[in-house]
């Protein structure tokens, strides 16, 4: 199937690991130029690097810190002069950190709202402008099956990723007549460098192994097992192509099937 991706240029947020870059991958691979941010300079410049070579595409590396709305700015632009539009945007971050209510303070609360919500609002505003301006555009942000059905112990990204989907969902309706899609996809328990990270703390504080602790989430999925990052990549792809032109203000889970819910 072609996707309609060759020529276009997409910009994937956070994507020097784990599910940005496996999504900036499959849109290489898929003929799409590419610009790919991360905090780091190194790792992100490596990253890019290593997807052009793989794959023959394009690829702009980009030190932004998007829970910085003055990064953000300058990620756009420094795309907008490389490439002279941005057709995709993935928004992506790295999840906030988990804890219960009490044990979050006021700090860490606006921190989050800024890395999880602020900094999906402030791409698409950078980059709307210009999708208007060709009557085409794809917005794709990356959320969690925490938005349909909350984890335990994730206040933070459990509160603040359902408030993404009520922009996004908004958005969409907004901006549909000028060829732009909004749409959220959310990942299950993937393997991946976080999902890793969140199996040690959580098996320390219970007093066993990160492996015992996984083998619960796995328990829970009906496939009985972790998600990889290319399977959620592949959605990704579809949602951002020419072939999905009439699919807005949805939000699609890649979870195994661990969502309990018929919506």
Not at 39 to 54: N, Y
Not at 65 to 76: E, F, Q, T, Y
Not at 94 to 114: D, M
Not at 130 to 135: E, H, T
Request: include cysteine.
């Amino acid at each position: 199937m072609d996707l309609g991706l060759k020529n276009k240029v997409a910009l994937v947020a956070a994507a020097s690991r784990g599910l940005g870059r496996a999504v900036a991958e499959e849109l290489a691979t898929e003929g799409a130029s590419l610009v790919i941010c991360s905090r780091d300079t190194r790792t992100i410049t490596q990253t890019a690097s290593e997807i052009a070579e793989k794959s023959g595409a394009h690829v702009m590396a980009v030190a932004a810190d998007v829970s910085v709305p003055a990064d953000v700015k300058r990620l756009v632009q420094s795309a907008i002069t490389r490439f002279g539009r941005v057709d995709i945007l993935v928004t992506n971050g790295g999840g906030p950190p988990a804890g219960r209510f009490e044990s979050l303070s006021e700090e860490q609360w606006e921190a989050a709202a800024r890395l999880t919500l602020f900094s999906a609002i402030d791409l698409a505003r950078e980059v709307l402008p210009g999708m208007k301006a060709k009557r085409w555009g794809r917005i794709l942000n990356i959320t969690s099956i925490a938005v349909k059905q909350p984890v335990d112990n994730l206040m933070l990204s459990n509160s603040l990723r359902a408030g993404l989907t009520g922009f996004a969902r908004t958005l969409a309706n907004e901006v549909a007549a000028d060829g732009i899609t909004v749409n959220n996809i959310l990942p299950g328990y993937t393997r991946t460098e976080r999902v890793e990270e969140l199996a040690n703390m959580m098996a320390e504080k219970q007093g066993i192994t990160a492996a015992e602790f996984k083998a619960r989430w796995e328990s829970e999925i009906p496939m009985g097992r972790l998600g990889e990052p290319h399977e959620f990549a592949a959605l990704a792809a579809f949602l951002v192509s020419e072939r999905a032109s009439y699919i807005t203000g949805t939000s699609i889970q890649v979870d195994g099937g661990w969502i309990k819910s018929l919506l």
